[in-house]
């Protein structure tokens, strides 16, 4: 295999003409104000190394990348009990889809579409007040990333909270089959927080360390959850990380992600790296349209996809 570097500026080459592509997120009125002209990949390997291209330090809105962290979270308060609360089954839908949930009698298919992540705050909340609920995922969350730095965009969360009207839907919706224990105005604030996390893709990479390391950040010697749980974590972000363009991400990727409609995406080398990428075009799924390019160029070239080489 070509040197790492060497490989991340060949894709950043062959991306250029591209730049641009696709389509920003606008029905959060703040996220449509994003330049789609940027482009930014870091990968940080098991043994400390990172390589960066692009806007790798540029702090974007990481969206839906957070429900990676915010489901840790979950697990740690109350276990397997989550599974009464959410699937783990592919939802073959939009991430914002509420048809699944009336025949699902409010157990959505998974803690990565929006009805999921929002179960999986409900349970994070673990009977706090939103404030306190959102300042314990920010320590989660820099803690992780081994940065004290990272911080949360307000405008961006006030933005979401005035127009995330199918949110508030899908929330109202699960609290009458019981599935939300908090106010549905106190769990989404929670939840609209968390997806305005704003980091960069070597922060990125660095907070999703753990789950390519067996659980534990081998930079920090931080044990984050066990190797089991870190296993299974990955299993979720491969069948349920990209919506309904999940199937599609592992036939041309092969790797662990998790994506944002902020543009951004965490893929898991297992063993291996931890990998952000960042370019705010989306495609028809509402996944990184170049995000998902490059990791396909990158497994391409370094064998890293879990189905072999
Ligand atoms: N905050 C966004 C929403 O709830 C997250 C969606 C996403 O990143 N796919 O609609």
């Not at 029905?27 to 449509?32: C, N, R, S, T």
């Amino acid at each position: 295999m070509a040197d790492l570097q060497d490989i991340l500026y060949s894709i950043y080459r062959e991306i250029q003409p591209r730049i641009g592509e696709g389509k920003v997120a606008d029905y959060i009125p703040e996220l449509a104000k994003v330049d789609p002209r940027q482009f930014g990949m870091a990968v940080l390997t098991v043994d400390g190394k990172i390589y960066c291209v692009g806007d790798a330090d540029v702090a974007f809105s990481i969206q839906s990348i957070s429900k990676v962290f915010t489901l840790t979270l979950a697990l740690g308060k109350i276990g397997e009990g989550l599974w009464k609360r959410v699937g783990r089954e592919p939802s073959g839908s939009a991430f914002n889809s509420i048809v699944q949930l009336e025949h699902e009698a409010g157990i959505p298919r998974n803690p990565f579409i929006n009805a999921g992540a929002i179960a999986v705050t409900d349970v994070v909340m673990a009977g706090h007040e939103p404030r306190e609920a959102i300042g314990e995922l920010l320590r989660f969350v820099r803690y992780l990333a081994d940065d004290e730095s990272v911080t949360i965009d307000q405008t961006i969360a006030r933005s979401e909270t005035a127009t995330g009207f199918r949110n508030f839907a899908l929330a109202n919706f699960m609290k009458s089959y019981r599935n939300i224990q908090h106010p549905v105005d106190h769990v989404l604030g929670v939840y609209f927080h968390q997806c305005a996390l704003s980091m960069s893709c070597e922060q990125l990479a660095h907070a999703g360390l753990f789950l390519a390391a067996r659980g534990s950040n081998p930079l920090t010697g931080h044990s984050v959850v066990s190797p089991k749980r870190a296993r299974r974590i990955n299993a979720l972000m491969l069948m349920c990380g990209h919506y309904d363009g999940s199937g599609d991400f592992a036939y041309n990727v092969g790797l662990p992600g998790k994506s944002g409609v902020g543009g951004g995406i965490l893929a898991v080398a297992p063993g291996i790296a931890s990998i952000a990428v960042w370019s705010p075009g989306l495609n028809k799924v509402g996944n990184s349209l170049l995000g998902s390019v490059a990791l396909e160029l990158l497994a391409a070239r370094t064998g890293w996809s879990i189905f072999g080489d």
